[in-house]
RNA sequence: GGACGCAUAGCUCAGCUGGUUAGAGCGUCUCGUUUACACCGAGAAGGUCCCAGGUUCGAAUCCUGGUGCGUCCACCA
């Protein structure tokens, strides 16, 4: 006897030894797997496929398996397409979203992961070089402030000037990549079939030189340009945020109306309003037409200061007064107004938060403590017109610490959406429509790609959404005042500190220039900057160099950029359309002259079973890693596939999950059955894979059985409609549809056909082989159909089947040859009837054990001949003891049930007798009937339904109408009454 | 204020380009330890397809209006 822990044994080794039971299954995984477990001196098994003594576990344990799988899965390589068996010539690309490195994935990214990875590996299965691109997103204020708090939280008071530069960014970048190895672990326990050899990060080198060559190539463009505007600045972050990062929150404040002159203007915020110097009113507006022009003094905070009065439209009269000062320093509206008039822009807050000199007395003052200070001064002057308590209105907030946002005028970065550059071409995937050469506005090129269809948004109502948002897009701040992030490629000459002042011309490039004394800019670009290089950075550009190899055949293959760029698809949430979808578009249609992506799927939100968003203060959150944990990953990716809609939002709980879970039992049990009665006692001669292929053999001899025709025939059309499904990104369909077949028709019928059918066969050795043949085959045909949804149970039992990977299995063909419209049809019958006799079993209460004797009256031959050559089914499944087909039924009598069904009548003969419920129950069938009757023949007593209607149509309703009073007339003629 | 979405069985949702006696899963009820599976099987009950108009021979499906819920954008005089 001997004891191994596991790995290669010669198979003579193991069949020469003695005491030791080889099973068939045994043997047949040596042969296969050759690795081989020993575990005590009776019980041993392959490891692989876990059997034991001729056992396969009644219960699939996800756990058990997946992290194994995984592991086979990346060894084999076949995440990287150089790897793929075959030729292939079509290329399916997709990259994955990056998460941000701020932490663990929710089931946001469960959902992505889930949709991306059935893609990738139906694309895979369909022969397609498949690749699907792995990578993390620094996410650069949102790491930087949970840096910041989990250091504050450890005492820090102020992180940032506590370490230094330096520091800081080492702590950011420690916790990064550490966050980095959760996430990538979070993927892989989701099956995501990602090639990991193509990761990137957002920040990486790689990347790095990506962001700086686009910098370059804009400013060179004059597309990014250094301007003074107003920006929305967080006092806390102390940076800049884009204006799609700016949240709003509903708030009760109080609104302030001052006497400022001759006019009363009104203000949530009086501590913006020390230089306030201007009067606009309505042009039109005739209470104030005599003071436009005026210039006046006007007793205010600090004093006396010198205002006058201007007309613009901006100016709503039916607004409080109609009259309005401006603030030009903190408020968009106004900012604006004063670059129309010239005004002077004077910052009455800080980067702080505090009061500048321009507030006087108040100077370094925090600006909104202050508030109810300048009020009480204005009051003492008599200045207070009035003041509503209950004034209730938007504050706008930063979207990742909460803080109220100050707009204030800073010198910052921007891109500009609306100058005409030059437009360089693709050579190898041209935008249609657009020369090279052609003078364009980023803008422009934005809504042609999209409203020309080259690029696709599914659902296509967020195309009006993209439209929307583009017409109302303004200059892209791109400068943020964090650390953590891209440092803005330009370097100064001067050491001064770079911040409002106007400086020498700057030098931008890829790398920091030549000489001394030079100083790079100290901002950081935001996140979306690199984020919108994404598919273009993550396949080699700008480099475009990095030929590869075949891992197999040693053929030199194309670059990454030209070979799978632009990507087949982008799959990402709904929110980020604006963030993101865009900015790539923008971006990439932009560098290289291409669309990022040919289709944007677009998934939405998971919510709680409540629909409401998953919160830590909610306690609501389902985390992925648990319910793996708990119902296995392939549960939890069914429900977050099947029964969701693209762009919709989806409410999720555990009993889904746990009901996905069921449908994964469902399905090993399945597979259980049928490769267990394979290795029933005499295939020791065949191996499995030997006994299936053959199958067209089988076809073409043309003996099968009706139910062997109409499952080949359900496989074929079901096969077509989950590929049509899959192929138009309708995974919730497919999905269903795989389900339905699965359960409801090859588990619940073929199955127990099966059975009978081997049982009959006993005798006839063909018969009984040719029902497993086709378990086999379609078994084998669900296992890939399955894969892409349920990758791990269906490689589990693939390799019970077979010692390839089933992820590179090729996905079943059309067979069309085994659509059998007929056999469908008449099996039908059969189902039916079996159908009605469980229900009449089930109405009259007839023990289980209990069979029954029935009658039938067959109208054509043709019924009655699949009925006589179903027998044995019916008797089975139905638990029928003795069927009697005869020419005519009595009419009356006691002691059965009548069934009318589709050229058959039958007699239910019933152990008890009950006369009265089944009056009642005939009573109520006819009444039924009569309904349907009168609601066909009022259609067609309109003259216009068969005139206007088309005739199929009319024939359908016909047939329809015949059918129902023939069998409307066989239960009357069969009651007594 | 502008735009978009959703409303179908107790719950979660399917129902694509108008023709079904409107479907599934979960839940409920009744029966069942048949050697694939109780994470199961058989059967059943359960619906004015939000309301009102319109188009049409025909509307859950298309149009208009309304109601309720949700989301995004704009907005801090």
Known sequence: MFHLESGRIPNETVYGTENLHISYSMKWCLQNHRIFYTLTDVDSFCFICSMAKNEIPKAYEAKQY????????????????????????????????PPNVTGTLHMGHAVMLAIEDVMTRFARMRGKKALWIPGTDHAAIATQT????????????????????????????????????????????????????????????????????????????????????????????????????????????????????????????????????????????????????????????????????????????????GAMTITPAHSFVDFDLAKKYDFEILKIIDEDGN????????????????????????????????????????????????????????VQWFIDVNKQFSFRQSEHSPIKGIKNGQLLALKEIMQHVVRTKQIRIIPDRFEKTYFHWIDNLRDWNISRQIWYGHRVPVWYKQKSEVGDQKLETPFVGVTAPEGEDWQQDTDTLDTWFSAGLWTISTLGWPDQNNVLTSFH??????????????TSVLETGYDILFFWVARMILMTTYTVGEVPFRDVYLHGLVRDEQGRKMSKSLDNIIDPLDMIEKFGADATRLSLVIGTTPGNDTKLSEEKIAGYRNFTNKLWNISRFVLLSLRGDEVDEVIPSEIASPLDQLVARNDMTLADRWILSRFATVTKEVTDHLENYEFSQAGEKLRDFTWGEFADWYLEIAKIQKQDGIGNKQEARDSENILFFVLKQLLVLWHPFMPFVTEAIWKNISS???????????????????????????QQLIISIRNIRSQYKVRQEQSVDVRLQIQDSHTRKIIEENLSIIKTLARVQDIEIISQLPEFGSGFAVVVLDQITAHIILPIEDSKSEEARIQKESEKLRDYILMIENKFSDKEFVSKAPPQVVEKMRQKLQEAKDKLESYVSHSKS
């Open 66 to 97: 997946e992290d194994e799988i995984y592991a086979a899965w990346e060894k084999s390589g076949f995440f990287n397409p150089d790897n793929l068996p075959g030729k292939r010539t079509e290329m399916f690309s997709i990259v994955l979203p």
């Open 146 to 321: 949970k840096v910041e708090k989990l250091l504050m939280k450890d005492g820090m008071k102020d992180p940032r000037r506590e370490l230094g530069r330096e520091e800081f960014l080492k702590r950011v970048e420690k916790f990064a990549s550490e966050s980095h190895d959760v996430i990538v672990n979070q993927a892989k326990k989701m099956g995501a079939s990602l090639d990991w050899t193509r990761e990137a990060f957002t920040l990486d080198k790689v990347r790095n030189k990506a962001v700086n060559t686009a910098f370059k190539i804009m400013y060179d463009d004059g597309l990014i340009y250094r301007g003074d505007r107003m920006v929305n600045w967080c006092p806390r972050c102390k940076s800049t945020l884009a204006d799609d990062e700016v949240e709003y929150k509903e708030q009760k404040t109080k609104f302030y109306y001052f006497k400022y002159g001759p006019v009363v203007i009104g203000t949530a915020r009086p501590e913006t309003k020390f230089a306030d110097k201007v009067i606009v009113v309505h042009p039109n507006d005739d209470r104030y037409k005599n003071l436009i022009g005026k210039e006046m003094d006007v007793e205010w905070i600090e004093g006396i200061v010198k205002a006058k009065v201007i007309a613009d439209e901006v100016a709503d009269i039916s607004l409080g007064s």
């Open 355 to 410: 009061l500048t000199k321009a507030a006087g007395t108040f100077a370094g003052k925090n600006a909104h403590d202050s508030r109810e200070e300048i009020v009480s001064v204005l009051e003492k002057k008599g200045l207070v017109d009035h003041i509503d308590e209950d004034y209730v209105h938007n504050l706008s907030v930063c979207y990742r610490c909460g803080t109220a946002i100050e707009p204030l005028p800073k």
């Open 553 to 566: 055949t040693g053929e030199k293959m194309s670059t990454d950029l030209e070979c799978y760029h632009p």
């Open 804 to 830: 390839d990977l089933l992820i590179v299995e090729s996905w079943p063909k059309e067979q069309t040859t085994n659509t059998d419209f007929s056999a469908e049809h008449e099996f039908s019958r059969v």
